[in-house]
């Protein structure tokens, strides 16, 4: 079974609007943490936004808010008043914290966001 | 700002080949990992390390192997090259988790590599 799902494989969204990206996580583990990365046409990857399972409140960072429903095992990526520049792959991930050895990331499939003028 | 630095962006190679993907970091990591990317399949884990000369296995390490013999260093071999290893390879480093679960991997450019 997928540990990471993301149901999107792409979007278009109108520039300025809101953009909520799905991502679904299949864990045992209580601790764990979980990342969203985007990736845009250059390659590189980076680092936007992050949930411990145990945070009370959900993440905000800039325009980018995580939607943590834990009952849910949901972790959507919200990320407001949209820009061309976000146009990008969006990558969601889980660090299961009882593993030993250096915790690894489990990724998502990634959705393809496209914003359009 | 952490820099993570792979030696090449662009590579081919032929079948059979042994092939070496670099990877350096500047930051004083104690966790560094390798990753491939193909479409529609997200990034894999191939193998991570947590020490120099410690490694272990992650999703997808058939045909792979790594080196670690400097703490800022950690390479990916390619024993025999295959098309099927044909893909995009990206480095990644991070602290020791300890208490910094909150500390993100940083991913090097990534290494576009070609097996013909």
């Known amino acids: 079974a997928q540990k990471i799902t993301q149901t999107q494989p792409g979007m278009f969204v109108q520039e300025k609007e809101a953009v909520t990206l799905d991502c679904t996580y299949d864990?045992?583990?209580?601790?764990?943490?979980l990342f969203w990365y985007k990736q845009p046409s250059s390659g590189e990857m980076i680092f936007l936004i992050y949930?411990?399972?145990?945070?009370?409140q959900n993440a905000t960072e800039g325009r980018y808010s995580l939607n943590f429903q834990k009952a849910r095992k949901s972790a959507n990526l919200v990320i407001s008043a949209s820009q061309l520049g976000d146009s990008a792959m969006y990558f969601c991930a889980m660090r299961e914290n009882s593993g030993g050895g250096a915790d690894g990331l489990t990724f998502g499939k990634g959705t393809h966001l496209i914003i359009q003028p | 700002d952490v820099k993570v630095t792979q030696s090449s962006r662009y590579l081919v190679k032929r079948t059979g080949e042994k092939v070496f993907l670099e990877c350096v970091q500047d930051?004083?990591?104690?966790?560094m990992f390798w990753y491939r990317q193909d479409p529609g399949l997200g990034l894999r884990l191939i193998y991570f390390s947590y020490d120099v000369k410690m490694k272990e296995k992650g999703d997808i390490p058939e045909g792979y192997s790594v080196s670690r013999e400097k703490k800022e260093r950690f390479s990916l071999i390619l024993e025999s090259a295959s098309t099927n290893q044909t893909s995009m390879y990206l480095c990644?480093?991070?602290?020791?988790?300890?208490?910094?679960?909150?500390?993100?991997?940083?991913f090097g450019d990534g290494t576009r590599l070609s097996i013909l």
């Open positions: 930051m004083d990591h104690e966790n």
């Open positions: 864990t045992s583990d209580p601790s764990y943490g």
């Open positions: 949930q411990g399972s145990y945070d009370q």
């Open positions: 990644a480093s991070r602290v020791r988790t300890g208490g910094m679960r909150n500390q993100p991997q940083h």
